[in-house]
């Protein structure tokens, strides 16, 4: 079986590009999550979705970022324009429902932007 | 605002030497406390779900404990395959459902 599966794993870009993260939760999953991971500030929570409904988007630094989910097997995390301190390791995650914190965590996709 | 630290940030062992990873916890409500373990260049992978104070799981080496305040992660004779990151999470029973993260020990075990 499939787990999460994150695109591309590494990305190098130069400020002000836009940026286009992609997931694919375990099928079956009904939530998923957006979480990135700096030295500095540990494993943050940015967006999550239930049934493809964005519950939670507290965790999302400032306009420049957005989060969609068009469909139960798809999310994307889109940084529009990027900046160097948009440079981290970004998780996706999913979980059978929102009532279980046994998360199923992708390989990541690390983002340098110079 | 929910808090978890956990401490050491790292951990040398030698091989069979047994020992305990710490995470505190501030949290309204708490529905549930969780283990993972982070290999280098990988997503967390879970470990344990601990519910209320004085609840134990196992695996292998490994030994997760609650209390009202605080998690212990033992490690017991651990091997080298047991060096990574180990990070705790906590989710309230109210509000913001999704786990709030610790930064995590990093665990080295030499043989």
């Known amino acids: 079986d499939a787990g999460v599966i994150q695109s591309p794993r590494h990305e190098v870009t130069e400020m002000g590009q836009e940026v286009t993260l992609r997931c694919k939760p375990i099928?079956?999953?009904?939530?998923l999550f957006w979480y990135r991971q700096t030295m500095m500030r540990g494993l943050e929570l940015l967006i999550y979705?239930?049934?493809?409904?964005?519950?939670?988007d507290s965790g999302m630094p400032e306009d420049r970022f957005s989060a969609k989910m068009p469909n139960a097997s798809f999310s994307t995390l889109k940084i529009q324009p990027s900046e160097p301190r948009d440079s981290a390791v970004y998780f996706c995650a999913s979980s059978r429902d929102s009532n279980t914190g046994e998360l199923f965590f992708g390989e990541g996709s690390r983002l340098t932007v110079l | 605002e929910d808090q978890v630290t956990q401490s050491p940030e790292a951990l040398r062992l030698q091989e069979g030497e047994s020992s305990s990873l710490n995470c505190s916890y501030t949290?309204?409500?708490?529905?549930?406390l969780f283990w993972y373990r982070q290999d280098p260049g990988k997503g967390p992978e879970f470990l344990f779900t601990l519910y209320s104070a004085g609840e134990e799981k196992e695996k292998e080496r490994l030994k997760a404990t609650l209390t009202k305040k605080e998690s212990f992660l033992h490690i017991t004779a651990p091997k080298p395959e047991d060096s990574a990151t180990y990070l705790c999470a906590v989710r309230r029973d109210t509000g913001r459902r999704a786990l709030t993260f610790g930064s995590g020990t990093r665990l080295q075990v030499q043989p």
């Open positions: 979705f239930n049934n493809n409904v964005p519950i939670d």
């Open positions: 949290v309204s409500g708490l529905r549930g």
């Open positions: 099928s079956g999953h009904n939530s």
